[in-house]
């Protein structure tokens, strides 16, 4: 666990931000976001279930609670962002993809017991939607979708400056939604848009062109990381730096399917603004480049003349601010000002 902090400047009220993912999960403070004032991170470790995960957030709060209390400041809400399914309204986390033994985890009440605060819960896509939206990439835009690119694959819709939730709340599942009819396996559903496109189905990917590789006699950087098991986008991206075409074929594929999945968002869509994070941010052009030829392909002219695919702008900053917007209970509204709901 590690922890970062930074004294605070006369702040009445503080909030905490839950990031959760699949692989690590950041605890942050803050008294106006997008500023963070303190931030202790840890792995997540899902194959040990939720409540070692749970052990260390409360840990993680009471810590940086106490090193703001001297200065009269007090815990006015926490905001938790995960990945879906979840219920946003009972605060409930629903055996996301990404994190399969959190079955039914009543994350809020267990948070609100410890601390006797209100405690909020998001989808991590909603959540960064209106992150990027009011502090990010999507500033200025009426109609904006946000696409999560980590460990899983979701989508925050922004219409007409308001959140888009659907008649059960299930608006955005965009990673459910079936690619091609055969290939890798993700989000229960063989060919989905989140086995071919998230930071786990380009590793599985990268597993199999490797291994192709290496049998046709091509040599790759990458077998190294394939034989000590430590092959993941961070390696993937490090070896296409340095021009390994292995690497580069693999974020190229993972960039045209990514540019299916566009398309079809912006023939149903329209939006003006797509503001991709995760893998967008740590590859940028390598992975957009390829996804905008399929985009510009596939999608009604009209439709894809009128949008932007950017990567977001707040970068690796973007769970934190996305979690501390739920504590905040903030919105995209029509005027572009913080709104909070009732």
Not at 190 to 207: H, L
């Amino acid at each position: 666990m590690t922890e970062n902090s930074e004294p605070l400047s006369q702040a009445p009220e503080i909030f905490v931000g839950v990031d959760i993912g699949g692989t690590k999960t950041a605890v942050v403070l803050s008294a106006k976001p997008p500023e963070i004032l303190s931030r202790i991170e840890f792995p997540t470790q899902p194959e040990l279930g939720p409540q070692h995960a749970i052990d260390q957030i409360k840990a993680a709060i009471h810590s940086l609670r106490q090193s703001q209390k001297e200065q009269g400041a007090e815990l006015r809400r926490i905001g938790i962002s995960c990945g879906g399914p979840l219920n946003r309204r009972t605060g409930v986390i629903q055996a996301p993809p990404n994190l399969t033994t959190w079955i039914d985890v009543p994350i809020t009440a267990l948070l609100e017991e410890e601390f006797d605060v209100p405690c909020n819960l998001e989808n991590d896509a909603n959540a960064g939607a209106v992150a990027e939206h009011r502090y990010g990439a999507g500033v200025g835009s009426s109609n904006m979708i946000f696409l999560t690119m980590g460990t899983g694959f979701g989508a925050g819709i922004i219409l007409h400056n308001r959140l888009y939730y659907g008649s059960s709340d299930m608006a955005g599942e965009i990673g459910h939604v079936r690619l091609t009819g055969s290939g890798p396996v993700g989000y229960g559903k063989v060919g989905s848009v989140e086995a071919w496109a998230s930071g786990q189905g380009m590793t599985e990917r990268a597993v199999n062109m490797v291994q192709i590789a290496t049998a046709q006699g091509e040599k790759t950087s990458l077998s190294a990381h394939l034989e000590t098991g430590t092959l993941t986008p961070k390696q993937v991206g490090q070896a296409a730096a340095e021009g390994d075409e292995v690497a580069k074929q693999i974020i190229e594929l993972t960039g045209r399917k990514l540019g299916d999945t566009l398309a079809i968002l912006v023939d149903i869509l329209n939006p003006e603004r797509i503001v991709i994070g995760g893998l967008a941010v740590r590859f940028g052009e390598s992975l957009l480049a390829p996804a905008r030829e399929v985009l510009r392909r596939e999608a009604l002219n009209a439709s894809a003349d009128a949008c932007t695919v950017v990567c977001a702008s707040l970068g690796e900053r973007i769970g934190d601010v996305a979690a501390l917007c739920v504590a905040m209970k903030l919105e995209p509204d029509d005027e572009g000002q913080d709104s909070r709901r009732a």
